[in-house]
């Protein structure tokens, strides 16, 4: 079966713009959490989505939003982007209540911002 | 405030030796606990886990310990090979919020030939 899949792979953004990245879960998962990686701070929690709606959220500022569509791909969006926005942000997805079991992650988009 | 830690950045053993990977985590409501394995330019993927009602899991050369009295766990690789070099993730998750699991900076494991 097709894994989660992430697009773009990598992007260079301006200090000041706006992002936003997409996933697309395994067929029949319903939840996607999104992760920022960093070097030293590994993967920090953005947010969860189940059934178009955010049910859990990690302690990142507004800037940083996501959504769901009916289909369970996801977005996430970073507006005003800094240059500590520079990172790499992985998608993962799983059937309902078992992220801790069955996490799949795509391969992530890489960040830039210059 | 970083719930799961993970002290050693980067590990070197070598090849054939065992590989002893360390975390401690401090939210005593953790019940559920990971591990991941990352190589660069790929997402991370599941290598092994652990109920809090146990204190050790074993699937092939990779075995998860847990003391949950010291909120620790580690893995272990026996023996250790090279393509065994990639980042280690620890993970912890809640029984109530199975879908939010909270993730340790990682360790570097390099297995030398």
């Known amino acids: ?114 | 405030d970083q719930q799961v830690k993970q002290n050693s950045p980067s590990l070197s053993v070598q090849e054939g030796r065992i590989s002893i990977l360390n975390c401690d985590y401090t939210n005593s409501m953790f019940d559920y606990f990971l591990w991941y394995k990352k190589y660069p330019a790929e997402g991370p993927t599941f290598l092994i886990s652990i109920s809090s009602i146990k204190d050790k899991n074993e699937d092939g050369r990779f075995t998860v310990f847990l003391n949950k009295s010291a909120k620790h766990l580690s893995l272990h690789i026996v023996p250790s090979q090279p393509g065994d070099s990639a980042v280690y993730f620890c993970a912890a998750s809640v029984k109530t919020s199975y879908d939010k699991v909270i993730f340790g900076p990682g360790t570097s494991l390099s297995v030398i030939p």
């Not at chain 1, 999104?34 to 920090?44: E, F, N």
């Not at chain 1, 859990?56 to 500022?61: A, I, L, R, S, W």
């Open chain 1, 1 to 114: 079966k097709a894994g989660v899949t992430q697009t773009p792979r990598y992007l260079i953004k301006t200090r000041g713009q706006q992002v936003t990245l997409s996933c697309s879960p395994i067929s029949g998962h319903r939840s996607v959490s999104w992760y920022q990686q960093t070097p030293g701070q590994g993967l920090q929690f953005l947010f969860e989505y189940f059934s178009e709606t955010q049910r859990n959220k990690g302690n990142f500022p507004g800037r940083f939003s996501g959504r769901q569509f009916s289909n369970s791909r996801s977005e996430m969006n970073v507006s005003t982007l800094e240059l500590g926005d520079s990172a790499l942000y992985l998608c993962a997805s799983s059937l309902v209540g078992q992220g801790a079991y069955g996490y799949t992650f795509g391969s992530g988009t890489r960040l830039t911002v210059v």
